[in-house]
């Protein structure tokens, strides 16, 4: 596709339940992030791949927290047994630089954990 | 502990003017800045950027100023247009660090206006 996108665009979750984020990044972009952003805060760094390795999980909150791109395009971010706190738009990110410059972001999703 | 700052959550500024929004940095192993635009429920766009070894980069309307020693960066919108009414990010990374996170860290943003 065209840009970075993201699904769903909205979820609402009950406390406990297990969420699945999607993300399909440019195609051929070597580099793929996942940032949190929480309301009225800026973008903050969760987790990078450069092809399916993932090279920095240092963001993840907790570990109830787990990404992955097993095949070097599509990402997920599963967060597990989601709570309050958890709610926020999680928005991916690819490059095609191995480094974060200029890293073109998907809409997001926006999480609700009820 | 935030290493990027944008103090300024709002800033209006009547169109045709200059519109000026600062950002300050702590980590002094940033040496690539960024400013991102931000349209609600869209994510951030990528604006414009710079390198540590500049103190100056321009495209359009558009520039960025870098001051090292002062650990400050600022962008300059001019003129001002209706269209440019956003939330503007400042974020760095540290691409030559070799290791660690790759990812960018942003500020909370300043919301520009502007006004017609």
Redesign the interface.
């Known amino acids: 596709g065209a840009g ?1 996108s993201q699904s769903p665009r909205y979820k609402v979750a009950k406390r406990g339940q297990d969420v699945a984020l999607r993300c399909d990044p440019i195609s051929g972009h070597v ?1 793929l ?1 996942w ?1 949190q952003q929480a309301l ?9 791949f ?1 092809n399916e390795a993932q ?2 999980k ?2 993840l909150p907790s570990d109830r927290f787990f990404a992955e791109r097993p095949e070097g395009s599509v990402s997920t971010l599963k967060i597990q047994r989601t709570q309050q706190e958890d709610s926020a738009v999680y ?1 991916c ?1 690819s490059s095609s630089y ?11 999703t926006r999480l609700t954990v009820v | 502990d935030q290493q ?1 700052k ?1 103090n300024s959550p709002s800033l209006s500024v009547q169109e045709g003017r200059i519109s000026i929004l600062n950002c300050d940095y702590t980590n002094s192993m940033f040496d ?1 800045f ?1 400013w ?1 635009k931000k349209y609600p ?6 604006l414009i ?1 710079i390198s540590s070894i500049k103190d100056k980069n321009e495209d359009g309307r558009f520039t960025v100023f870098l001051n090292k020693s002062a650990k400050h960066l600022s962008l300059h919108i001019v003129p001002s247009q209706p269209g440019d009414s956003a939330v503007y ?1 400042c ?1 760095a ?1 540290a ?1 030559g660090s070799g290791g ?10 300043t919301h520009l206006i502007i006004q017609p």
């Open positions: 970075v580099s992030f940032y009225g805060q800026g973008p903050e760094f969760l987790t990078y450069q090279l920095d240092s963001g928005l990110a191995s480094g974060g410059t200029e890293a073109f972001f998907g809409q997001g | 990027v944008q690539y960024l991102y429920a869209e994510g951030p766009t990528f950027s990010f974020a990374s691409v660690g996170a790759d990812g960018l860290t942003f500020g909370k943003g």
